[in-house]
């Protein structure tokens, strides 16, 4: 399926309307990411710019987009739930120090060991993950407080607005390619959903919004005004639990269970109707500032205590950020036919989120679903990342009146066209044609993908899982050809590998109580690659030593030797120099 995203040679005017469309794309991501995170929106939309500009400038991979993303939130949420929101500065700063710190050690490069199943079971996991997020957009805030789906006319539109965007995006291309079809759709269904809301009777409209066609302020409004009623119940539930405290202490008893006091706290709908009418409107978005200028941020101290707490989370985030940077670096690479630099890549983002904590971000790393839009529109070059950003930017802080118009359908359905594009469909018909444990890993990493939303352990999960499965059936390959010189010599010549998981296979290829005094085994088509191995020579070494014969090793690779001379005397067998023997062989294994 990756097909879809033809390849086409890098133009100016490419990158740039590519970059715009990423921008629009950008918005509703950024701030969807931030109310994960538990952070303000502004501070998802200015971690997008900061992220997007310097590794577009700086990173490994000319036509990748980073930002914000929910892989980082996840883990960012924790640590603003616990520590407050203070603690997030030096965890992304510190973050980004470790990733520049990987890139300059060259580290990058162990994306290689990446399966391809572990390849396409992330692919497809996250291709669900972003389906499913969208889900979201369906819903709208209403008088019980709560965001509940569209029903009726409303839905209808939604979805018919949906499937027109995606109809454009795959036949617009076939008429012309002289503007993105991801643009002109967004164009399209905006000025369509503009006349919609402007002349549809108000028995189609949806409840609080005066319009029948969900727009992002809408989305931001409905989030907003959700999060002001659960403060509302947080609140008043604190109020009873005090007072249920106090009441229970003056007679003795003990504090009310926890769920009478959720039952007691329920809000009346005039609470809620107070609660909700706080907001009224977006808040404007300014230029972005230090964060040492910025009233909301009460910094932690910087002392041993802060950095204990904030250590953990920094290590998994610049984990996470990089895990997912380098696979979808390796994607992007296989699109377009080029190959960028995990490196480089490593050390850009590192650069990124160091300047993005300075003004007060929640950090972030590439993000998949825009980097395929961006590839899709067309945009190959730096500058298409850099357009992105800075678009970003002046959609922010110039045109937010503009941005808030966007209707949630045609976001929706730019992202159900990436889903379409990200998901690998000939896993659907291949999967008897290849092993079974490639089939298990990429369902376990898809799987893991789409239940717990974690991009990067699902990636290390898959290789801890492929790496022993290749180790159990390479444990089976060793076997030995035996043979008799004309001295009456046994030679054993090896062939396979000799390490953790082949040992026991290794110690019962030899018969020390029935061989004859001198013994040879002869390394030419094995190699030894660990020190398990080396123990289990050692250990047979003493085998024959009990029988009073002499064991031999030849043929052994100057990789061999050199564990051996680091082993020293933990290993006791003699390696002799290369034998020149013609003898009948008998096979063992």
């Known amino acids: 399926m990756l097909n879809l995203f033809a390849k086409r040679a890098a133009s100016s005017k490419n990158d740039i309307l590519s970059g715009i469309t990423v921008a629009l794309a950008l918005v509703p991501e950024a701030i969807a990411f931030a109310f994960v995170a538990g952070v303000p929106p502004q501070v998802g ?23 914000a993303t929910g892989a980082m939130a996840v ?61 979201g957009s369906f819903k ?32 617009l291309p076939k008429f012309t390619k002289a503007i993105p079809s991801s643009l002109a759709a967004i164009l399209v269904v905006t000025g369509l959903s503009w006349g919609i809301n402007h002349y549809s009777s108000e028995s189609n409209h949806i409840p609080g919004t005066g319009r029948s066609v969900l727009t992002v302020r809408d989305m931001l409004l409905s989030n907003l005004k959700s999060q002001e009623v659960a403060k509302a119940r947080v609140a008043k539930l604190d109020e009873k639990a005090a007072s249920a405290k106090a009441a229970a202490e003056q007679v003795g008893l003990k504090l009310a269970p926890i769920d009478d006091l959720t039952k007691i706290s329920k809000l009346t709908p005039e609470e809620i109707a107070a609660a909700a009418g706080k907001v009224t409107k977006v808040p404007p978005a300014g230029l972005p500032t230090l964060v040492f200028l910025q009233k909301e941020f009460a910094l932690p101290p910087f002392n041993l205590a802060t950095l204990t707490i904030i250590f953990p989370f920094a290590l998994v985030l610049a984990g996470v950020g990089l895990i997912e940077s380098l696979m979808t670096l390796t994607l992007v690479d296989e699109i377009t036919g080029t190959r ?33 839009i961006n590839v899709n529109s067309g945009g190959r070059g730096r500058l298409s990342g850099a357009t992105a950003a800075l678009a970003l930017l002046l959609f922010v802080v110039l045109l937010q009146p503009f941005i808030l118009m966007i209707p949630m359908p045609a976001l929706v359905g730019v992202m159900f066209m990436v889903v379409i594009g990200t998901f690998e469909w000939s896993t659907l018909h291949t999967w008897k044609k290849i092993p079974a444990s490639d089939v298990l890993v990429m369902v376990l990493v898809a799987g893991y993908t789409v239940v717990f939303h974690n991009l990067a352990m699902a990636v290390l999960l898959g290789v801890i899982v492929q790496a022993l499965v290749f180790a159990w059936q390479h444990a089976t390959h060793l076997f030995a050809d035996r043979k008799l010189n004309e001295h009456g010599s046994r030679i054993y ?52 030593r009990a029988q009073n014969k002499r064991l031999h090793l030849r043929h052994l690779s100057d990789e061999c030797r050199q564990l051996l001379d680091r082993a020293d005397d933990l290993v006791e067998a003699n390696v002799s120099e290369d034998p020149h023997y013609h003898v009948a062989t008998d096979r063992l294994g």
Do not use: W
């Open 45 to 67: 939309l200015y971690s997008a710019v900061f992220i997007g500009l310097i590794t577009a400038l700086f990173g490994g991979r000319p036509g990748m987009i980073s930002g």
């Open 75 to 135: 883990v960012v949420v924790g640590l603003v739930h616990m520590h407050g929101i203070g603690y997030l500065i030096p965890a992304v700063i510190l973050c980004g120090v470790f990733q520049i710190i990987v890139g300059l050690c060259r580290l990058g490069k162990l994306i290689r060991l990446v399966p391809h199943s572990v390849m396409l079971g992330f692919v497809n996991g996250l291709a669900i993950v972003i389906c499913t997020s969208q889900f």
């Open 140 to 171: 709208a805030f209403t008088p019980d407080g709560a965001l509940h789906y569209l029903t009726g006319a409303p839905l209808i539109l939604m979805m018919a607005l949906v499937g027109l965007t995606m109809a454009i995006i795959t036949y």
């Open 340 to 372: 960028g630099h995990g490196n480089r890549e490593c050390i850009g983002q590192g650069a990124a989120n160091i300047l993005c904590g300075l003004f007060g971000g929640m950090g972030g790393c590439a993000m998949i679903g825009q980097s395929l």
């Open 493 to 544: 010549q090896l062939h396979g590998p000799l390490f953790f998981a082949s040992v026991s296979s290794f110690q019962q290829l030899f018969d020390p109580e029935n061989d004859p005094e001198d013994v040879v085994i002869d390394f030419y088509y094995t190699r030894v690659y660990d020190q398990s191995g080396l123990e289990a020579i050692h250990k047979l070494a003493e085998r024959y």
